[in-house]
């Protein structure tokens, strides 16, 4: 690598950030530099340095610098320097067809992923985000997304930004470079760089007011220049930047401040026929104005556009504009647009900028720009939504239907706390009972989310249904048992679901008919009767294709159809569509969960957490959350389980329901682990007693019953242990013909009533069930009992069985209680001697599943195509690989072939 140019004052982050490359050029491992500074800092120099080093270095560099006017644009930065340079990484049919996936955010970063592990192989590329401030949220995503998945690339991530940055918690290695004023004296040596000799003393002491920033500093000196050449003294430049431009703008022509004031407001560089067209002038006009700007220094040629020297010069000449001027050049911008054909989320802006109290066409055009970004940038498109409401009065035209379809963005964006508020504000100033019923009809998910829900149900429960027109009652029906679910007992809002279904096929509304069939799907989960919930939710596919097919899978998981259930995951998971959907990861956590794969549950666990904070998706953040905490107590690990309970009470959800309510049998069953039965008992009684109302699906999950008679067993509640077995009875009423159930019902019975017999024929049903860890416990209680009963030959034998299962699932700490069991009758066994824990490193640190992936990547496959090979997420693949490259101490993908190599010389691969 070559000495780098000079740059005056920035030697030391020069130097940080080319070992950066050369740390990638040696190990092959990705990395991410980030440089933080205050506007005209130098970060876009010390960028261009880096890049010019990079080429000459072997890098291929991609870089783009984040624009205002693409903000909302989604992906438009990450595409675009995927598109730089003589050959791009993406072909022009790629970016189509990548462009064509903003709306899907994982499948679309999943999809860029891909194409760069294809493309970098072992050569190096830098990619570069300058202005990182200004990019589309789906962007920022991506530079937050990528690094992680691309770590044992050679991918380099450069990212330059205004705003204050921090060193991120997962991914390749990362250096985060805060690039501060520059001191007096380095600022003495650029004004020798540029006037040719040391600054005078009127010259220093102007320097010396620019606070150390280069950008200033270079404006003050390069007046300081143009002012000799024409023979005057230098003019007093202020300290105030603004007050510095207005001397530069002062000699230029009307003609020449209004292309400037245009081309300030459009937000990016505009073409020279753009700029003809906004402006109404002839080509001859703008060519000469544009000439004379140009020499004055304050725009420059960037290919085949125009664009202002400096972000600073265009903002100090938009904050000079007054706000009629800024209105109108913005009402002038959004025209153009329109006419141009550009999207609409390049003309919202402008719109929203020139917009005033009561622009109902306005308000509809921000509208449905938000509509195009609920999915692909939430945030923006509740701003969007939000400014659309603002603009109009409930007396001006298209009120009602503006908000409406706010509220409808906002709860799709996840904005539940602002769609109720909006929707509030609507309520208190409607009178007719079906606009009423369509706003808490588009409310009913936000009121859901925020556990805001009462509201809704009180109004259904008052009679103001009655007074709504067909349409209306079967939505406001149909939301308000979705609403209740979890609220209300399951046949009440039963009869609110099937109504809305009746009224909906009545009436033809699609709408309806859905809302009111996911109704019912969820309402039979709650209350365990999973055949009708598979039904259900089946039935939506005609109306709403594969949107439910997450709910197929957790009902077939439920009835123990895991074959079935994973011929859907293997699907779902080779489609390019959905691969990367969290869909994949959270079936796949339950699938493994159930069949009692501890390692892959946990990966998959991690994996979904990782893609919920992406995504925002807390109420699958908390599931994995609930697997991890379950695994941890099967392991004996009381610490692991209240770090997790603490990471699962910052959810901002931690108040719903459901999550509440599952924390709560955590915690109880934490109690019990740690020797305090009562205490668990008390903290528990009050969720037994309501568990057959059908509000909750917790006590129809599987092996739950036992623990839960166990617990009260072991307190000496006879009451709670007597529950926890009707509710298994129940259990195995609602699921005819399903082993597990049936089988969990005997064994409750027989463990409550110390009926030996229930738990022989327990025993005998449940070895046709698929679940591990229910085999083995039903082994052990009834070995157990078989011990005390003196049949001590049959006992042990189902007591080995029991170890043997517990063992194989994970679960030490129910499988060391055995051991104890079988030790205090006298058994000894070699296996437990020589069971050694899995170290933390090396070949041997690997899971079966880690092994299968470090195999295939250490090949050359990239993640998508080992994924296929294996039927499971680029993502679950990506969470494996970072785990081996931790136990295998290797940083790239080049280190992992050669372990792998070492370990078929070695036989043991």
């Given at each position: 690598?070559t000495?780098?140019?000079?740059?005056?004052?920035?030697?030391?982050?020069?130097?940080?950030?080319?070992?950066?490359?050369?740390?990638?050029?040696?190990?092959?491992q990705?990395?991410?530099?980030?440089?933080?500074?205050?506007?005209?800092?130098?970060?876009?120099?010390?960028?261009?340095?880096?890049?010019?080093?990079?080429?000459?270095?072997?890098?291929?560099?991609?870089?783009?610098?984040?624009?205002?006017?693409?903000?909302?644009s989604p992906?438009?930065?990450?595409?675009?320097?995927?598109?730089?340079?003589?050959?791009?990484?993406?072909t022009?049919?790629?970016?189509k067809?990548?462009?064509?996936?903003?709306?899907s955010?994982?499948?679309?970063?999943?999809?860029?992923?891909?194409v760069?592990?294809?493309?970098?192989?072992r050569?190096?590329?830098?990619?570069?985000?300058?202005?990182?401030?200004?990019?589309d949220?789906?962007?920022?995503?991506?530079?937050?997304?990528?690094?992680?998945?691309?770590a044992?690339?050679?991918?380099?991530w450069?990212?330059?930004?205004r705003?204050?940055?921090?060193?991120?918690?997962?991914?390749?290695?990362?250096?985060?470079?805060?690039v501060?004023?520059l001191?007096?004296?380095?600022?003495?040596?650029?004004g020798?760089?540029?006037?040719?000799?040391?600054?005078?003393?009127?010259?220093?002491?102007?320097?010396?007011?620019?606070?150390?920033?280069?950008?200033?500093?270079?404006?003050?000196?390069?007046?300081?220049v143009?002012a000799?050449?024409?023979?005057e003294?230098?003019?007093?430049?202020p300290?105030?930047?603004?007050?510095?431009?207005?001397?530069?703008?002062?000699p230029?022509?009307?003609?020449?401040?209004a292309?400037?004031?245009?081309?300030?407001?459009?937000?990016?560089p505009?073409?020279?026929?753009?700029?003809?067209?906004?402006?109404?002038?002839?080509?001859?006009?703008v060519s000469?104005?544009?000439?004379?700007?140009?020499?004055?220094g304050?725009?420059a040629?960037?290919?085949?556009?125009?664009?202002?020297?400096?972000d600073?010069?265009?903002?100090?000449?938009?904050?000079?504009?007054?706000?009629?001027?800024?209105?109108?050049?913005?009402e002038?911008?959004?025209?153009?647009?329109?006419?141009?054909?550009?999207?609409?989320?390049?003309?919202?802006?402008?719109?929203?900028?020139?917009?005033?109290?009561?622009?109902?066409?306005?308000?509809?055009?921000?509208?449905?720009?938000?509509?195009?970004?609920?999915?692909?940038?939430?945030?923006?498109?509740?701003?969007?939504?939000?400014?659309?409401?603002?603009?109009?009065?409930?007396?001006?035209?298209?009120w009602?239907?503006?908000?409406?379809?706010?509220?409808r963005?906002?709860?799709n964006?996840?904005?539940?706390?602002?769609?109720?508020?909006?929707?509030?504000?609507?309520l208190?100033?409607?009178g007719?009972?079906?606009?009423?019923?369509?706003i808490?009809?588009?409310a009913?998910?936000a009121?859901?989310?925020?556990?805001r829900?009462?509201?809704?149900?009180?109004?259904?429960?008052?009679?103001?249904?009655?007074?709504?027109?067909?349409?209306s009652?079967a939505?406001?029906l149909?939301s308000?048992?979705?609403?209740?679910a979890?609220?209300e007992?399951?046949?009440?809002?039963?009869?609110?679901?099937e109504?809305a279904?009746?009224?909906?096929?009545?009436?033809?509304?699609r709408?309806?008919a859905?809302?009111?069939?996911?109704?019912?799907?969820?309402?039979?989960?709650?209350?365990?009767?999973?055949?009708?919930?598979?039904?259900?939710f089946?039935?939506?596919r005609?109306?709403?294709?594969?949107a439910?097919?997450?709910?197929?899978?957790?009902?077939?998981?439920?009835?123990?159809r895991f074959?079935e259930?994973?011929?859907?995951l293997?699907?779902?998971?080779s489609a390019?569509?959905?691969?990367?959907?969290?869909?994949?990861?959270?079936?796949?956590?339950w699938?493994d969960?159930?069949?009692?794969?501890?390692?892959?549950?946990?990966?998959?666990?991690?994996?979904?957490?990782?893609?919920?904070?992406?995504?925002?998706?807390?109420?699958?953040?908390?599931?994995a959350?609930?697997?991890?905490?379950?695994?941890?107590?099967?392991?004996?690990?009381?610490?692991?389980?209240r770090?997790?309970l603490?990471?699962?009470?910052?959810?901002?959800?931690a108040?719903?329901?459901?999550?509440?309510?599952?924390?709560?049998?955590?915690?109880?069953?934490?109690?019990?682990a740690?020797?305090?039965?009562?205490?668990?008992v008390?903290?528990?009684?009050?969720?037994?007693?309501?568990?057959?109302?059908?509000?909750a699906y917790?006590?129809?999950?599987?092996?739950?019953?036992?623990?839960?008679?166990?617990?009260?067993?072991?307190a000496?509640d006879t009451?709670?242990a007597?529950?926890?077995?009707?509710i298994?009875?129940?259990?195995?009423?609602?699921?005819?013909?399903?082993?597990?159930f049936k089988?969990?019902?005997?064994?409750v019975?027989?463990?409550?009533?110390?009926d030996?017999?229930?738990?022989?024929?327990?025993?005998?049903?449940?070895?046709?069930?698929?679940?591990?860890?229910?085999?083995?416990a039903?082994?052990?209680?009834?070995?157990?009992?078989?011990?005390?009963?003196?049949?001590?030959?049959?006992g042990i034998?189902?007591?080995?069985?029991?170890?043997?299962g517990?063992?194989?699932?994970?679960?030490?700490?129910?499988?060391?209680?055995?051991r104890?069991?079988?030790?205090?009758?006298?058994?000894?066994?070699?296996?437990?001697?020589v069971?050694?824990?899995?170290?933390?490193?090396?070949w041997?640190a690997?899971?079966?599943?880690?092994?299968?992936?470090?195999?295939l990547?250490?090949?050359?496959?990239?993640?998508?195509?080992?994924?296929?090979?294996?039927?499971?997420?680029?993502?679950?693949?990506?969470?494996?690989?970072?785990?081996?490259?931790?136990?295998?101490d290797?940083r790239?993908?080049?280190?992992?072939s050669?372990?792998?190599?070492?370990?078929?010389?070695?036989g043991?691969?």
């Open positions: 690598m000495s780098p140019s000079v740059l005056r004052g920035r030697s030391g982050p020069v130097a940080e950030a080319l070992a950066v490359l050369r740390r990638t050029l040696r190990t092959g990705g990395g991410v530099l980030v440089l933080s500074g205050e506007a005209g800092i130098g970060k876009t120099a010390i960028v261009s340095t880096v890049r010019r080093e990079a080429a000459t270095s072997g890098f291929r560099v991609a870089a783009v610098k984040g624009l205002t006017a693409e903000r909302l992906g438009a930065a990450v595409l675009l320097a995927l598109r730089f340079g003589p050959v791009p990484l993406l022009p049919d790629e970016l067809y990548v462009s064509g996936l903003v709306d955010p994982p499948v679309f970063l999943d999809q860029l992923a891909s760069l592990e294809e493309r970098v192989g050569t190096p590329l830098l990619v570069v985000i300058d202005d990182l401030q200004w990019v949220h789906l962007s920022r995503t991506a530079v937050r997304v990528l690094p992680q998945r691309l044992a690339h050679p991918v380099v450069l990212l330059a930004t705003e204050r940055a921090e060193a991120p918690a997962e991914g390749p290695p990362a250096t985060v470079l805060d501060g004023p001191p007096d004296e380095t600022l003495a040596e650029i020798v760089d540029l006037l040719g000799e040391p600054p005078d003393e009127r010259t220093r002491g102007l320097l010396g007011r620019v606070a150390g920033n280069p950008f200033y500093a270079v404006q003050v000196l390069e007046a300081v143009r000799r050449e024409r023979g003294a230098a003019a007093r430049i300290a105030e930047f603004l007050s510095a431009l207005r001397r530069r703008l002062a230029l022509s009307e003609t020449q401040l292309l400037l004031r245009l081309l300030s407001t459009l937000g990016r505009a073409t020279f026929g753009e700029l003809t067209e906004l402006s109404g002038e002839s080509s001859a006009v000469a104005a544009v000439a004379g700007i140009v020499g004055a304050l725009l040629y960037e290919e085949s556009t125009l664009a202002f020297r400096h600073l010069v265009r903002e100090s000449v938009y904050e000079e504009l007054s706000p009629g001027t800024r209105r109108r050049l913005h002038r911008c959004a025209e153009f647009l329109l006419a141009e054909g550009a999207p609409l989320l390049v003309v919202a802006p402008h719109v929203r900028a020139a917009a005033t109290p009561g622009a109902a066409d306005a308000a509809e055009l921000l509208v449905r720009a938000a509509e195009l970004a609920a999915y692909s940038m939430p945030d923006s498109a509740a701003e969007l939504a939000v400014a659309a409401f603002s603009l109009l009065g409930a007396k001006d035209r298209g009602y239907q503006v908000g409406r379809r706010a509220v963005v906002l709860a964006a996840q904005h539940s706390d602002e769609a109720v508020r909006v929707a509030d504000l609507m208190s100033r409607l007719s009972p079906d606009e009423i019923a369509g808490e009809s588009e009913a998910r009121r859901w989310m925020t556990g829900r009462r509201e809704l149900i009180e109004r259904m429960k008052s009679g103001f249904a009655g007074r709504l027109s067909v349409s009652r939505r406001l149909a308000s048992a979705l609403a209740g979890g609220e007992r399951g046949e009440k809002i039963r009869g609110w679901a109504e279904r009746e009224l909906a096929a009545e009436t033809g509304d709408t309806a859905e809302l009111a069939g996911h109704a019912l799907g969820i309402i039979a989960l709650n209350e365990g009767r999973h055949a009708e919930s598979l039904a259900r089946r039935a939506l005609e109306s709403a294709g594969d439910y097919l997450l709910s197929e899978i957790i009902a077939l998981q439920l009835l123990d074959e259930a994973q011929r859907i293997t699907s779902i998971a390019v569509e959905t691969a990367a959907l969290p869909t994949v990861a959270y079936g796949q956590m699938q969960f159930h069949l009692s794969r501890r390692d892959d549950a946990i990966v998959g666990a991690r994996t979904v957490i990782a893609e919920a904070r992406d995504f925002g998706n807390e109420s699958m953040e908390a599931d959350n609930l697997v991890l905490c379950s695994l941890a107590l099967a392991d004996g690990d009381p610490d692991g389980v770090a997790l603490a990471e699962r009470e910052q959810l901002k959800s108040d719903d329901r459901v999550l509440a309510e599952n924390t709560v049998l955590l915690r109880g069953f934490l109690l019990a740690e020797g305090r039965p009562g205490e668990a008390e903290l528990l009684r009050p969720k037994l007693r309501a568990a057959l109302d059908g509000r917790w006590p129809w999950w599987p092996g739950w019953a036992p623990s839960l008679a166990r617990v009260g067993l072991v000496g009451w709670f007597s529950r926890a077995a009707e298994a009875a129940e259990g195995a009423a609602r699921n005819p013909g399903v082993a597990t089988g969990l019902a005997r064994h019975d027989g463990l409550v009533t110390g030996v017999a229930a738990l022989r024929d327990a025993e005998r049903i449940l070895a046709k069930s698929p679940r591990p860890v229910v085999r083995a039903i082994a052990d209680d009834l070995g157990q009992a078989l011990l005390r009963q003196g049949h001590r030959e049959d034998v189902l007591l080995d069985r029991a170890w043997a517990y063992t194989g699932a994970g679960h030490s700490a129910a499988a060391d209680g055995v104890g069991v079988l030790s205090r009758a006298g058994v000894r066994r070699r296996e437990w001697t069971r050694a824990s899995r170290p933390d490193l090396g041997d690997l899971t079966p599943a880690e092994r299968k992936v470090a195999r990547i250490g090949t050359g496959m990239t993640n998508r195509a080992a994924a296929q090979e294996l039927g499971i997420s680029p993502n679950t693949v990506g969470t494996h690989v970072r785990s081996v490259f931790t136990k295998l290797v790239s993908r080049v280190q992992l050669n372990v792998l190599h070492g370990q078929v010389s070695d043991e691969a």
